[in-house]
């Protein structure tokens, strides 16, 4: 059964500092996998995606590599901001069936 | 402007109702979604129409039943609520199908909360 585990499942940590959230997942085939941020009461919002060949992808202070032979992800936070405090939540894509398969989230918590 | 609306944010019902979410894109895009969300923050894909056409169910009851009268349009009835349908839903729409052939972005609405009692 294809699966997607993310850790910690929750993270408090202090403003300015950086983080990074983890993503295994044992989907294959593999087609591309996503990191989403959703804030409290808000839908998801996309920060990344990552195709096969890429290892690494940035947007703004969030950087995302990928090891598509140990199938594990990261997002890395850089100077953490208030802002940050959300859910980031890891989807993994299955090549030719396009089955989207989500993961249960990290919690995120940045105290000033 | 809101790209991707929903209405209403909050739906609170009593079992055995039936009821119905809307959901409205702005962005031109071929393919619409809905998604349930549990108490656990669980994402669950349950629906997907792309050009009006079912293209993803995944297994949900049948008191659930897509609408989508035009491109821009996917709304979501509920039949006969029970208690365990208490979730959040979303709404969310991609260019194209966010799939394995294509890598569009997904954008989502701010979600309604059901809640059954």
Known sequence: KNQVEQSPQSLIILEGKNCTLQCNYTVSPFSNLRWYKQ????????????????????????????????????????????????????????????????????????IP | DTAVSQTPKYLVTQMGN???????????????????????KFLKIMFSYNNKELIINETVPNRFSPKSPDKAHLNLHINSLELGDSAVYFCASSQDMAGAFSYYEQYFGPGTRLTVT
């Open chain 1, 39 to 110: 804030d409290t009461g808000r839908g998801p919002v996309s920060l990344t995606i990552m195709t096969f060949s890429e290892n690494t992808k940035s947007n703004g202070r969030y950087t995302a590599t990928l090891d598509a032979d140990t199938k594990q992800s990261s997002l890395h936070i850089t100077a953490s901001q208030l802002s940050d405090s959300a859910s980031y939540i890891c989807v993994v894509i299955e090549g030719g069936n396009e089955k989207l398969t989500f993961g249960t989230g990290t919690r995120l918590t940045i």
């Open chain 2, 18 to 40: 039936d009821k119905s979410i809307k959901c409205e894109q702005n962005l031109g895009h071929d393919t619409m979604y809905w998604y349930k969300q549990d108490s656990k």
